[in-house]
């Protein structure tokens, strides 16, 4: 049995995965306490995926030589950001790997695989070294101050490294050798773990307005030491920029304008104050990056509407308690507040004086990524989940052609591309009789999970308005409230859809599918053959192959990849690789793709009793569902990012000592500076020690 990380207060296995409740609370509003919003009766994608070893999966899964054990001569970092030599402990599984045995695994995943534990510590692979980029306070802009936990101010803040990143993005710097550009999203605040003796029944207006100016983006510069392998933060590089809760937004397409998103500050519903929630994102072919605003329901009190409720917003005050400080955060007061949040942002980091877009034709729900994929003749798809219990995944074909070029005219005509197109929700079919699907892992009689699918047009934008294909809602109604649109067109429920990464090498689509613990549960909805297990607490990853390898196809195949948890559990499935020689997962989030196509999986809550992580694994060949664990966090901590380049990865350590009962007086976590000081959510860069590339 696996030991559980001691908590302060209310254990973590009380919530969802391996959550605790004050994570549940600042991040995402208890959303998983609440009712489910979605009380359609759409058929529901549920829980048969466990298990799923399929008979052409288990004659390839017999050939396959077994891996290195996981865990020999791991390395991790406690109360430092200098990665320093510890011992790593046993893994999991039957392997027997020894520290001068050169790893196997598929190309890039050759890296001793680091054990499950619960260090308080960044624990890497044997042969690898990491450092602390940044810190949440690090001042990044001209006049910042240093970081001073006990002397913070809003003005301080909007200067300096924002708060809990999650989207993280590397771009290119020309003719800035050794250099390049820092892309961050800042998620959300927890005011407990800021703020010494912090009131949430009373909160100060400073105090607030700190939290505003630590939400939103950042970007800045980043600097390799070629002798050693750190990534640093340049200061007060030109490209710099923080944007905030009050920074200005501009809406764009079919919404701008329209009645739905008119305010009494905003008279003409096209400029926004603020960005929030911002989870994952997605880096675009034209150099700017995309940005999803997820959980922002929790940020506005006493909704009333039909409309409110399905979007999960309460009838009463917030936890934060906003509302008294900007009436804009009042739904009593200013109703179409809330409408003007839920999108994808646009940003363009190499321009500091531009403003950000928020793109309405993408649709409103809680956005969890926004990546990228270009049709043959240039068009951008755009595919995005919505982080709820029981909701829908989606994509957006353009109309317009990406231009090549840094031109004026090229970089605003790209900006435009996301516009102007057709939103579409997703609708999933199994090709297994329903009788045969129990939710209990059992596989059916043609022993696979997998089916077809299909896109369902939800609205079309234009340069001269906007049709809907829905009926009983106009286009803008469409666009403002899209989970009410995917509800009608009888689009496929699922286990909160989070990132979806098309893979670069094959064009495969992967959907992380975080857990659903009401799955099966109750009157909620049962189990059918897209997602595994009632009750699903480890969660899932689905591979979509669109029609002709196509992105702009409006059918698609899909079948079972990975389902999570305990690899000694038989309703776990790792594509058909033997589970005796792969890392244990739980909770997939955030994913990214290497150059050799290996999925990476960051995990958000991990329900195992371990520390949350970021694995790598093989999506082809001979060791397809090869998955590997390649660092874990600290207490309380999450993995976000990820990026993964040829010779450096980074993730952001999100939430570091965020567990029940730790304040700034008794925390959780020593992580990154050591006792004494406030626990820092920040971004860590990882290399191997000799410069290779990672994992060859």
Same mark, same amino acid.
């Given at each position: 049995?696996?030991?559980?990380?001691?908590?302060?207060?209310?254990?973590?296995?009380?919530?969802?995965?391996?959550?605790?409740?004050?994570?549940?609370? %600042?991040?995402?509003?208890?959303?998983?306490?609440?009712?489910?919003?979605?009380?359609?009766?759409?058929?529901?994608?549920?829980?048969?995926?466990?298990?799923?070893?399929?008979?052409?999966?288990?004659?390839?899964?017999?050939?396959?030589?077994?891996?290195?054990?996981?865990?020999?001569?791991?390395?991790?970092?406690?109360?430092?950001?200098?990665?320093?030599?510890?011992?790593?402990?046993?893994?999991?599984?039957?392997?027997?790997?020894?520290?001068?045995?050169?790893?196997?695994?598929?190309?890039?995943?050759?890296?001793?695989?680091?054990? !499950?534990?619960?260090?308080?510590?960044?624990?890497?692979?044997?042969?690898?070294?990491?450092?602390?980029?940044?810190?949440?306070?690090?001042?990044?802009?001209?006049?910042?101050?240093?970081?001073?936990?006990?002397?913070?101010?809003?003005?301080?803040?909007?200067?300096?490294?924002?708060?809990?990143?999650?989207?993280?993005?590397?771009? !290119?710097?020309?003719?800035?050798?050794?250099?390049?550009?820092?892309?961050?999203?800042?998620?959300?605040?927890?005011?407990?773990?800021?703020?010494?003796?912090?009131?949430?029944?009373?909160?100060?207006?400073?105090?607030?307005?700190?939290?505003?100016?630590?939400?939103?983006?950042?970007?800045?510069?980043?600097?390799?030491?070629?002798?050693?392998?750190?990534?640093?933060?340049?200061?007060?590089?030109?490209?710099?920029?923080?944007?905030?809760?009050?920074?200005?937004?501009?809406?764009?397409?079919?919404?701008?304008?329209?009645?739905?998103?008119?305010?009494?500050?905003?008279?003409?519903?096209?400029?926004?104050?603020?960005?929030?929630?911002?989870?994952?994102?997605?880096?675009?072919?034209?150099?700017?990056?995309?940005?999803?605003?997820?959980?922002?329901?929790?940020?506005?009190?006493?909704?009333?509407?039909?409309?409110?409720?399905?979007?999960?917003?309460?009838?009463?005050?917030?936890?934060?308690?906003?509302?008294?400080?900007?009436?804009?955060?009042?739904?009593?007061?200013?109703?179409?507040?809330?409408?003007?949040?839920?999108?994808?942002?646009?940003?363009?980091?190499?321009?500091?004086?531009?403003? !950000?877009?928020?793109?309405?034709?993408?649709?409103?729900?809680?956005?969890?990524?926004?990546?990228?994929?270009?049709?043959?003749?240039?068009?951008?798809?755009?595919?995005?989940?919505?982080?709820?219990?029981?909701?829908?995944?989606?994509?957006?074909?353009?109309?317009?052609?990406?231009?090549?070029?840094?031109?004026?005219?090229?970089?605003?005509?790209?900006?435009?591309?996301?516009?102007?197109?057709?939103?579409?929700?997703?609708?999933?079919?199994?090709?297994?009789?329903?009788?045969?699907?129990?939710?209990?892992?059992?596989?059916?009689?043609?022993?696979?999970?997998?089916?077809?699918?299909?896109?369902?047009?939800?609205?079309?934008?234009?340069?001269?308005?906007?049709?809907?294909?829905?009926?009983?809602?106009?286009?803008?109604?469409?666009?403002?409230?899209?989970?009410?649109?995917?509800?009608?067109?009888?689009?496929?429920?699922?286990?909160?859809?989070?990132?979806?990464?098309?893979?670069?090498?094959?064009?495969?689509?992967?959907?992380?599918?975080?857990?659903?613990?009401?799955?099966?549960?109750?009157?909620?909805?049962?189990?059918?053959?897209?997602?595994?297990?009632?009750?699903?607490?480890?969660?899932?990853?689905?591979?979509?192959?669109?029609?002709?390898?196509?992105?702009?196809?409006?059918? %698609?195949?899909?079948?079972?990849?990975?389902?999570?948890?305990?690899?000694?559990?038989?309703?776990?499935?790792?594509?058909?690789?033997?589970?005796?020689?792969?890392?244990?997962?739980?909770?997939?989030?955030?994913?990214?793709?290497?150059?050799?196509?290996?999925?990476?999986?960051?995990?958000?809550?991990?329900?195992?009793?371990?520390?949350?992580?970021?694995?790598?694994?093989?999506?082809?060949?001979?060791?397809?569902?090869?998955?590997?664990?390649?660092?874990?966090?600290?207490?309380?901590?999450?993995?976000?990012?990820?990026?993964?380049?040829?010779?450096?990865?980074?993730?952001?350590?999100?939430?570091?000592?965020?567990?029940?009962?730790?304040?700034?007086?008794?925390?959780?976590?020593?992580?990154?500076?050591?006792?004494?000081?406030?626990?820092?959510?920040?971004?860590?860069?990882?290399?191997?020690?000799?410069?290779?590339?990672?994992?060859?």
């Amino acid at each position: 049995m696996r030991k559980l990380l001691p908590l302060i207060g209310t254990p973590s296995g009380s919530h969802p995965g391996g959550r605790s409740a004050m994570t549940c609370r %600042f991040r995402c509003g208890d959303a998983c306490f609440h009712e489910v919003p979605n009380t359609s009766d759409n058929e529901y994608v549920g829980d048969i995926v466990a298990g799923a070893l399929s008979r052409r999966s288990m004659m390839r899964a017999a050939a396959v030589v077994t891996v290195a054990a996981a865990g020999a001569g791991a390395v991790g970092v406690v109360g430092a950001p200098e990665a320093q030599a510890a011992p790593g402990g046993k893994g999991h599984g039957h392997g027997h790997g020894h520290e001068h045995d050169k790893p196997k695994g598929a190309r890039g995943l050759r890296f001793t695989p680091v054990a !499950p534990n619960t260090d308080d510590a960044v624990t890497v692979p044997e042969g690898y070294r990491q450092n602390v980029v940044i810190r949440w306070g690090e001042p990044i802009l001209r006049g910042a101050p240093a970081f001073d936990g006990d002397r913070q101010s809003a003005k301080a803040q909007a200067g300096q490294f924002g708060y809990n990143c999650d989207f993280l993005s590397l771009l !290119p710097l020309k003719g800035e050798h050794g250099r390049q550009l820092l892309v961050a999203n800042h998620e959300y605040t927890d005011e407990i773990l800021m703020f010494r003796d912090y009131d949430p029944e009373n909160p100060t207006r400073e105090q607030v307005e700190i939290a505003w100016a630590a939400h939103g983006l950042a970007v800045v510069a980043v600097e390799e030491d070629r002798r050693s392998g750190k990534l640093t933060a340049v200061n007060r590089h030109h490209l710099n920029r923080r944007l905030t809760a009050t920074s200005e937004f501009r809406l764009t397409g079919p919404v701008a304008g329209s009645d739905l998103v008119k305010t009494s500050a905003d008279p003409r519903g096209t400029k926004v104050l603020g960005t929030l929630n911002n989870c994952s994102g997605g880096t675009t072919p034209w150099g700017t990056t995309l940005h999803g605003e997820e959980n922002f329901n929790q940020y506005f009190g006493n909704g009333s509407s039909a409309t409110d409720k399905r979007y999960g917003i309460g009838t009463g005050a917030t936890e934060r308690k906003w509302e008294r400080f900007d009436k804009r955060f009042d739904l009593a007061q200013e109703p179409n507040e809330v409408h003007r949040f839920g999108y994808v942002v646009e940003l363009d980091p190499y321009d500091p004086d531009s403003t !950000p877009r928020k793109h309405t034709a993408l649709g409103r729900f809680k956005h969890e990524a926004a990546t990228v994929r270009l049709t043959h003749d240039g068009r951008p798809v755009v595919y995005s989940g919505d982080d709820e219990r029981f909701d829908y995944f989606y994509k957006f074909v353009s109309s317009k052609k990406m231009r090549h070029g840094n031109s004026r005219s090229a970089r605003e005509h790209n900006l435009s591309l996301l516009d102007e197109g057709t939103l579409y929700v997703a609708k999933l079919t199994g090709d297994s009789p329903g009788i045969e699907i129990d939710g209990t892992g059992k596989l059916p009689k043609d022993g696979e999970f997998d089916g077809s699918g299909q896109w369902i047009p939800l609205a079309t934008a234009t340069a001269h308005g906007a049709v809907s294909h829905v009926e009983g809602m106009t286009a803008e109604e469409v666009f403002v409230f899209t989970r009410l649109a995917g509800d009608k067109v009888g689009a496929t429920k699922m286990d909160r859809p989070e990132d979806i990464e098309p893979n670069p090498v094959t064009g495969k689509v992967y959907v992380a599918l975080t857990n659903n613990s009401n799955r099966g549960v109750g009157s909620n909805p049962k189990a059918d053959e897209a997602n595994p297990r009632h009750a699903n607490k480890h969660g899932h990853v689905l591979e979509l192959t669109e029609r002709w390898n196509r992105p702009e196809s409006t059918r %698609f195949a899909w079948s079972l990849f990975l389902v999570a948890g305990d690899p000694e559990d038989p309703a776990t499935y790792f594509a058909g690789f033997p589970k005796d020689s792969v890392s244990p997962i739980s909770c997939p989030d955030n994913v990214a793709f290497d150059a050799h196509g290996n999925l990476w999986i960051s995990t958000d809550g991990s329900a195992l009793g371990s520390h949350d992580g970021l694995f790598g694994v093989a999506t082809r060949g001979d060791r397809r569902g090869e998955l590997k664990q390649f660092l874990t966090v600290p207490n309380g901590a999450e993995t976000c990012g990820p990026v993964v380049q040829d010779r450096r990865v980074l993730v952001a350590v999100q939430h570091p000592g965020e567990v029940d009962g730790a304040t700034v007086d008794q925390p959780a976590s020593a992580w990154p500076d050591g006792p004494g000081t406030y626990v820092r959510p920040a971004v860590v860069a990882v290399w191997r020690a000799d410069g290779r590339d990672i994992g060859v």
